[in-house]
Each structure stands twice: as C-alpha cells, then as structure tokens.
C-alpha cells in the first residue's frame, strides 16, 4: 500500500498529461464552434460489402451503379471535432432528406449527418444540405473510376494519387484515403468553412499503407 501511494502523483502526472494531449471528442458542443470540414466520399460497392448489404440499403441493390458517393461533411477542429451540437435550427423535413440521395445513396444517411454533424456547423438544415452539394461538386471525381467493371487489388495510394491528378490545386496534406477489413473505404478532403482545400489535422491524416487494398465494381 505504501509503495502505490508513493506512485501516485507519478500516476496522477502521467493521466493528466494524456488527458490534455487527447483529442477531445465530447457531445453536445455549440453550433458553428469548429475550424474546418471533412469530406468524406465513400468507395459505394466496398460500402455495401461491409455494411450495406446487411442493412438492405437501396444503393447496394444490383443495377444501382454507384461508385462514390458523399457520406458526410463534418465540422472539424484542430483536435478532435464536435458532434450531436446544441442548435437552435429546426431539423429538416423528409422531403429535403429524401432530396440528398442522389449524392448520399439514401435518404436516411442525409438525416444521420444532419444530426451527427450538420447540427454543428451552425447552419439552418436546408443550408447545409446545401453546402454538402457545394462541397461535393467542387471536387473532381477521376473518371477512371466510373469505368470500373471488375474487382481490382492495388495500393490505396493508388487512389490519393488519382484524385491529385484530377484535382491539380490539391495537396498531399489535404486529401487522406481510409481503408476497412482490407477494402479501400473512403477518401476524406480537409476543406475550409468556404470550402477551398487546406491542410489536415493530425488525427485526420492517417492514410491507409495497404499495397494490396481491394476496389469492388459498382453493381
């Protein structure tokens, strides 16, 4: 007893400086208190193998032919980012929801993000909806992938590089490629509230290092 209560303030030292050097993550911050967003654009097929299919969603049904689709626009700090924040703004009507899956795959997903991360970014619902398409249209999707017809095995930088190629005004530091159970998952750009590229946060650049990352075709 004696020898933990002399590790103690060693202990106590030790939780305080994780603590302060731990991206805070917390629920229910104030609305429009954040830095920048992330877009993050899901690889569809790879989506509907991991997760998709179990659900039934419409996007994954055969003939769909989605190849990447925008899965949210997320209000970042520097460190950590907000979620579910406290907001005066009404939530939007089903009609605007069901409005967004031309982009989103499904209409259920656009409401998610409005309450996750749209809350947050202190924006009535319609507005943000909309800056969700602005973002989305303002990046280039490479066209090699629409031409995707069957599975493919390649380093998911193969895909960083793609979308660098499309975009010449986007930087090694701005765009990040994530991967799941060895499918490449997204491609995730760091964009300003005016929505012009910049520079990723620590805990966002964390590029996926698979040489051998799979590429589903769309259905």
Known sequence: MRAFA?????????????CAITPATA????????????????????????????RG????????????????????NEQGWPSYCRTGERDPSRRESEAMADIMGASGL?????????????????????TMRQAFASITIP????????????????????????????????????????????VRLCLTKDLQPRRCGPDVIRDCRLKDAILEPPR
Not at 31 to 52: K, R, T
Not at 169 to 182: E, F, K, N, V
């Open 110 to 130: 656009a409401w998610y993000q409005w309450k996750k991360h749209g809350r947050c970014a202190g924006l009535p619902a319609s507005r943000y909806y909309e």
């Open 143 to 186: 066209p090699v992938f629409a031409a995707i017809d069957q599975r493919y095995t390649l380093p998911a930088s193969v895909v960083e590089d793609a979308f660098l190629e499309a975009n010449p005004g986007l930087q090694t530091d701005q765009i990040t490629i994530t991967c799941d159970d060895g499918l490449i998952q997204e």
């Open 27 to 54: 629920e229910g911050e104030r609305a429009g208190d954040f830095d920048y967003y992330v877009m993050a654009l899901s690889w569809s097929p790879n989506w509907c193998a991991l997760e998709g299919d179990a």
């Open 6 to 18: 002399g590790a103690a303030p060693a202990i106590l030292t030790a939780i305080l400086i994780a």
């Open 57 to 76: 969603t419409p996007e994954c049904r055969k003939g769909s032919n989605r190849a990447f689709t925008l899965h949210g626009l997320w209000p970042q």
